[in-house]
């Protein structure tokens, strides 16, 4: 997609190179929203899991025999806790945003800025 839109940018077609233009950034926002909703959460999840094996007394061979036994539950449950793991991290960076002077947090995204 990106080599067609170069290819119509060279010879100058107006129209195809728009088209193919807005292809690329539906293509680019869709990878980053199933990246940042779908791939990330069940990463963190995962990590989260593995993490906690000792504490809760169970083996990783029991955690893939559980997912073997049922996929599409133990991806769910895993994203969920991703999930909720972000959106509590989230809100603690929010909270040390108020509570923190302006600029020590420079180097993490302000979640509060539209731009």
Same mark, same amino acid.
């Given at each position: 997609?990106?080599?067609?839109?170069? #290819?119509?940018?060279? =010879?100058? @077609?107006?129209?195809?190179? %728009?088209? @193919?233009?807005?292809?690329?950034? *539906?293509?680019? &926002?869709?990878?980053? $929203?199933?990246?940042?909703?779908?791939? @990330?959460? &069940? /990463?963190?999840? #995962?990590?989260?899991?593995?993490? +906690? /094996?000792?504490?809760?007394?169970? $083996?990783?061979?029991? %955690?893939?025999?559980? =997912?073997?036994?049922?996929?599409?539950? +133990?991806?769910?449950?895993? #994203?969920?806790?991703?999930?909720?793991? !972000?959106?509590?991290?989230?809100?603690? !960076?929010? /909270?040390?945003?108020? *509570?923190? %002077?302006?600029?020590?947090? #420079? =180097?993490? %995204?302000? /979640?509060?800025?539209?731009?």
């Amino acid at each position: 997609l990106a080599l067609a839109h170069w #290819w119509a940018k060279i =010879f100058r @077609f107006r129209r195809p190179q %728009r088209l @193919f233009g807005l292809g690329y950034v *539906v293509i680019k &926002v869709a990878i980053l $929203s199933v990246c940042e909703i779908g791939l @990330f959460p &069940v /990463l963190c999840g #995962w990590w989260i899991d593995v993490c +906690s /094996l000792a504490l809760l007394e169970t $083996s990783l061979k029991e %955690r893939l025999a559980n =997912f073997i036994a049922s996929p599409g539950t +133990s991806m769910f449950l895993h #994203w969920m806790l991703g999930m909720g793991y !972000i959106f509590y991290m989230a809100n603690l !960076i929010i /909270l040390l945003r108020e *509570v923190l %002077r302006p600029g020590v947090l #420079w =180097f993490l %995204r302000n /979640l509060n800025d539209p731009d």
